[in-house]
């Protein structure tokens, strides 16, 4: 059974940084693209960074793009967004995404609150 699980989230301030982690289990990982989405409170969520199954491309938002990066590690089965100067409207609950199988496959997500 495959199982993502985000962890990194928590308050900070404007222009402050994350690290958010997701790791995957029950998966070939090193096989599947991974994404990060996003989801503010009445918002639909958005896709926010993607990585390649080698992590040789990735793609972001034009919201977040400059200030975020997406990486990942296949030996550890886990990816990665690193966050900087982040922004109020970057408040959300981030994440983790993978379509195996044809499915689409989340993580319980992890909440992200920029505020001074």
């Known amino acids: 059974q495959v199982h993502l699980v985000e962890s990194g989230g928590g308050l900070v301030q404007p222009g402050g940084s994350l690290r958010l982690s997701c790791t995957a289990s029950g998966i070939n990982f090193r096989l599947y693209a991974m994404e990060w989405y996003r989801q503010a409170p009445g918002q639909q969520r958005e896709l926010v960074a993607s990585i390649s199954s080698n992590g040789g491309v990735t793609n972001y938002s034009d919201s977040v793009k400059g200030r975020f990066a997406i990486s990942r590690n296949n030996v550890w089965n886990r990816v990665w967004l690193q966050m900087d100067s982040l922004k109020p409207e970057d408040t959300a609950i981030y994440y983790c995404?993978?379509?195996?199988?044809?499915?689409?496959?989340w993580g319980q997500g992890t909440q992200v609150t920029v505020s001074s």
């Open positions: 995404h993978t379509r195996y199988r044809g499915d689409d496959r």
